[in-house]
């Protein structure tokens, strides 16, 4: 009784004196802990399928958040009460997203008065435009805003946005959020989206989330490609290991939202073998050599190696290519998972980057997210990802691009000289009989005088100046050799043609 009497006390400022709204009405209140029943199943179920509508159809809402209602807010600058609130553990919990998401009409209680969000938004205008101090702030508070209102229809149209709700609008909505329950984000998620929610909830909970992204066609805008490429776990059923299991995520990579497809940017087609997509790819190999090389001369070679590389493209552009940081992350946690490296020498699989963008070597920085997979080949490849093979392509390495290159040429010098035939020759393959083996170990020092004397005296001006240039920085004439061993072991991707951005792939 003390907490409905304080309840009542709260929202007596919105009541007329008869305790009506004003228009002798009755006043009902909604509070989820009251009002949704636990027990029956049924009573549970049908709950859960309409959560959205009392706070879409409610004439106010009021936020009760226990940090706010320590504030006085009449002492405080209108853009300090936003950042307040936009910081404030209400916009850490999920299920209140639907609270300032769908309002018509939202409040939100600070120590002695309630303060409406519309006028704050009015009031953020007038600072953004009238002072200068505090414009930055502005800005950032009136971004925060509109994410979280632009499922407000009637906002959206009256700030000219009218962006529609698309996945990207709730991806955007969820950054930093967290729930309890995980079974319950499909039902907020499909609620904001308008979906059938008695969909979602027929069947086991462990599955609503398949069950969400089966209706996601009918969202506009549909799916985005960038989906693909969500650093996030992902559903195990066939047909949709595409899909992200959660939008609850955030890692120390920058976050990539799921963006909204252009015109000329199709979303994905959902299929029973996978999400059907248009995107640009990129072949690539890893250079065989013989087996009697020596497999690490010097100990210059480390573990941190497998997981990145250096990747010549066909008009002799470098690219370094690695695992995104969730995709490592998996990597150290699952050990038998295979190396970056490991997987490419396997010869009997042909394997592609997906890009989740064409490159464009024209740009002055250019890093784009990458899935290495198997192509089968055909007119709609079928391809399967998983998180471990998540990568990162950029095609700007600066001047250690021309060193690479003149690495590169050089190995060809050293391939075709008569001690690689000597290497061969002696047919050694195994590592520990290499160190053992005298001869062998004569030939290795005669490699790396030859590799030494190959560095020194490169007649390249352009290969030279970038040795230089490299030299403010660290030993780069040793990081020169090093990379000359790297092209003449095969350590460095080589990719092919790249695919037009229009080739059809089915990936799950």
């Known amino acids: 009784m003390c907490q409905l009497r304080r309840l009542h006390e709260l929202i007596a400022p919105f009541l007329g004196t008869d305790g009506s709204t004003g228009q002798g009405h009755n006043v009902f209140i909604w509070l989820d802990t009251l009002c949704c029943p636990v027990e029956p199943p049924e009573a549970k179920r049908m709950a859960l399928s309409q959560m959205h509508r009392p706070y879409r159809d409610a004439a106010r809402v009021l936020v009760l958040d226990s940090s706010l209602q ?9 853009t300090e009460i936003c950042l307040r609130i936009f910081t404030s553990g209400w916009m850490r ?110 069947g086991p909970e462990s599955s609503r989330m398949e069950r969400l992204w089966s209706l996601a066609p009918l969202v506009k805008r549909g799916i985005p490609k960038s989906v693909l490429f969500r650093s996030s776990p992902k559903l195990c059923q066939p047909g949709f290991r595409w899909a992200p299991a959660t939008l609850l995520t955030f890692h120390e990579e920058p976050r990539e939202e799921l963006r909204i497809p252009v015109a000329e940017d199709e979303p994905g087609v959902l299929t029973a073998a996978g999400l059907r997509v248009h995107l640009a790819a990129l072949p690539i190999t890893i250079p065989s050599t013989a087996q009697s090389l020596p497999k690490n001369p010097w100990g210059i070679f480390n573990g941190e190696t497998d997981d990145c590389m250096f990747c010549r493209y066909e008009d002799s552009t470098w ?34 980057l997906l890009l989740a963008r064409p490159l464009n070597f024209d740009q002055s920085v250019e890093v784009t997210k990458a899935l290495l997979v198997h192509d089968g080949g055909g007119p709609t490849r079928t391809v399967e990802i998983s998180l471990d093979t998540m990568l990162t392509v950029n095609t700007k390495v600066g001047s250690l691009g021309v060193m690479l290159e003149g690495a590169y040429q050089a190995s060809r010098t050293l ?16 590592e520990s009989e290499q160190k053992q083996h005298p001869v ?36 780069a004439a040793a990081l020169f050799q ?17 695919l037009p951005s229009d080739t059809e792939w089915c990936v799950d």
């Open 482 to 498: 090093s990379l000359i061993v790297n092209a003449y072991l095969g350590h460095y991707g080589q990719l092919g043609r790249m």
């Open 93 to 202: 919990r999920m299920w209140t997203l639907q609270e300032g998401a769908l309002a018509r009409n939202l409040w939100f209680q600070f120590k002695h008065a309630p303060v409406n969000i519309k006028r704050l938004w009015i009031e953020l205008c007038e600072t953004y435009i009238s002072d200068v101090g505090r414009r930055g702030l502005a800005f950032d508070a009136m971004s925060v805003y509109q994410g979280l209102r632009v499922f407000n229809r009637q906002e959206t149209v009256l700030h000219g946005a009218n962006l529609g709700i698309s996945l990207s609008a709730v991806d955007y909505a969820l950054r930093y959020r967290a729930v309890s329950v995980a079974t319950d984000e499909p039902l907020l998620i499909g609620g904001l989206l308008n979906l059938d929610l008695t969909y979602i909830l027929d």
């Open 415 to 430: 391939l075709a000289d008569k001690i690689t035939q000597q290497f061969t020759d002696l047919a050694i393959e195994d």
């Open 319 to 352: 690219l370094y290519v690695s695992r995104a940081h969730f995709a490592r992350q998996v990597h150290r946690i699952d050990t038998k998972s295979p190396t970056l490296r490991s997987l490419l020498q396997n010869e009997s699989k042909r394997y592609t």
């Open 70 to 78: 320590k504030v006085k807010s009449s002492r405080l600058h209108p």
């Open 440 to 475: 062998y170990q004569n030939l290795v020092a005669s490699l790396a005088t030859k590799i030494r004397s190959m560095a020194e005296n490169m007649d390249d001006a352009k290969v030279r100046e970038a040795i230089e240039f490299n030299g403010r920085h660290g030993n």
